[in-house]
Every structure is written in structure tokens, then in C-alpha cells.
């Protein structure tokens, strides 16, 4: 069975291929234009969790806080990870559908062309992938809460899926010293981090249906992640309608 490592290892690697579009109802200036976003308001259901969609910079500590939230004695019973997909081979003690689905490659692509994965990408000539079917079966038949590391651009493809995700931004503080609070993080990181934030912001940050800033202690954003991933579950709010099926407006 591979490890958390190296499985976060091809997922820094693999190349993703989303497309682009906008949303929610509020006015609000990007590229100093603005877009009219339209929510509906949302009671939530016992029986249909919310996913968590954890977005950032890469190296800005996303892989480490969902790992401490599936360890975490509170939470681990009630939270899971959507099952990827792959192309490679199964190993003697993998399970399908409990380690990967295991698909042909035809099958991966055609997947790809209907426009069934959040994300996908290749690494070492094997496809991998987060299908939205994978997250649906988390949240709807085991009635957990998956919690997702994608990246911003995996925002679009959850359109018009009826996943309903709740979206977390992780904002990068102001230095670099800050960050190394919490992790080691070089010079050229940092750089790409602030970045990879700026761009984020400017095309995502209608998205969010919460930021949370990384200029606080390791364990208060921690805190106040682990609040949210419960709250969020029983809370009624205004959600974006882009995150409705189409069929489900009417």
C-alpha cells in the first residue's frame, strides 16, 4: 500500500487539466470588473454531507492540516477522503475501491472527456484523479465528510455538480517567518507561495466561503478549521447556486 508521502508525492507532481468560469450573489470587483453571483439558501440534511475544499498556495500547509484533522480523536469518525482513481496496476494488497478505483486508461480519458473528475493528472505514465462520483459516494452513501486539497482551479469543474462544497481559503501571512512557524519553507517557495496567493485571489476569492488567515498559531487555525468542518454540517447559509445542479433550481 503506498504511503501518505508518496501519494502526496504524485499529487504535487501530476499535471491538472480544468477549465474556467465565475460566480455567487454579491457584487465584487475582480480585474476591476464586477460579477453578479446568485445564491439560494440552504437548509442542510442529515443525510448529505458537505464537503470541505481546502484551497491555497502549494507549501502553504494544507496536506498537514487535513492530515491532523483525520487524526484528530473528534473528528476521525466522521470525516473520510474521496477514494482516487488511477490507471496503474493494483498491488497484491490493494483492494478497488478502497485504495483506488482501478480503471483502464480508455475508460480514465473517456472519464475525462464527460468531464467526471474534480482533478486529474499523470505521473510515471500511470493517470490518476478525484472523480466527482467518488466524492459524492463519501458524502451521500457513507454520509462523511470528504475533505479535499484541490487546487483553485479544481473550483470550476464542482459546478453545476450538486456537491455543495464549502470552500476554505488559507491565506499565506505577511513574512516568511510566519510560515516557518509552522514548517520549513525556503526562500524560492516563498516567493512562488506569495505568487501562487495573488493569483488565486484574484480569480477565486468570490469562492470562498471562508478565509483563513495563517498569520495565527499552528493550533488556532487548526481550531477554527476543525469548528468549521462540524458548523458547516448544521448550519443554514446562503450558498452559491453555481454549486447546484442545474435540474435542482427548478
Not at 112 to 140: M, P, Q, R
Amino acid at each position: 500500500e503506498e504511503t501518505t508521502h508518496s501519494k502526496k508525492k504524485f499529487k504535487d507532481k501530476f499535471n491538472k487539466s480544468i477549465s474556467q468560469q465565475s460566480t455567487r450573489q454579491k457584487i465584487l470587483t475582480t480585474f476591476s470588473f464586477s460579477i453578479y453571483e446568485p445564491v439560494e439558501w440552504y437548509i442542510p440534511n442529515e443525510s448529505r454531507k458537505r464537503p470541505i475544499v481546502l484551497i491555497g498556495a502549494p507549501h502553504i500547509g494544507r496536506h498537514e492540516l487535513r492530515q491532523r484533522l483525520m487524526n484528530s480523536s473528534q473528528l476521525s469518525s466522521l470525516i473520510d477522503v474521496a477514494v482516487p482513481h488511477t490507471t496503474r496496476l493494483k498491488k497484491s494488497d490493494e483492494i478497488d475501491g478502497r485504495d483506488y478505483h482501478f480503471i483502464t486508461r480508455e475508460q480514465f480519458e473517456k472519464d475525462i472527456s464527460n468531464d467526471l473528475f474534480v482533478e486529474h493528472g499523470e505521473y510515471e505514465k500511470n493517470l490518476y484523479g478525484t472523480s466527482k462520483s467518488a466524492i459524492e459516494i463519501c458524502c451521500h452513501r457513507l454520509n462523511k465528510i470528504c475533505i479535499l486539497n484541490l487546487l483553485s482551479e479544481g473550483l470550476d469543474s464542482l459546478k453545476y455538480s450538486n456537491i455543495l462544497p464549502f470552500v476554505i481559503y488559507l491565506k499565506c501571512p505577511s513574512n516568511i517567518e510566519k510560515l516557518r512557524e509552522y514548517f520549513y519553507v525556503s526562500e524560492q517557495q516563498w516567493i512562488d507561495i506569495e505568487d501562487k496567493s495573488r493569483l488565486i485571489e484574484q480569480n477565486y476569492s468570490h469562492l470562498f466561503d471562508k478565509t483563513i488567515y495563517l498569520s495565527d498559531s499552528f493550533d488556532y487555525v487548526f481550531s477554527q478549521l476543525k469548528f468549521l468542518v462540524k458548523d458547516v454540517q448544521t448550519r443554514p447559509m446562503w450558498v452559491n447556486q453555481c454549486w447546484f445542479s442545474p435540474r435542482e433550481r427548478f
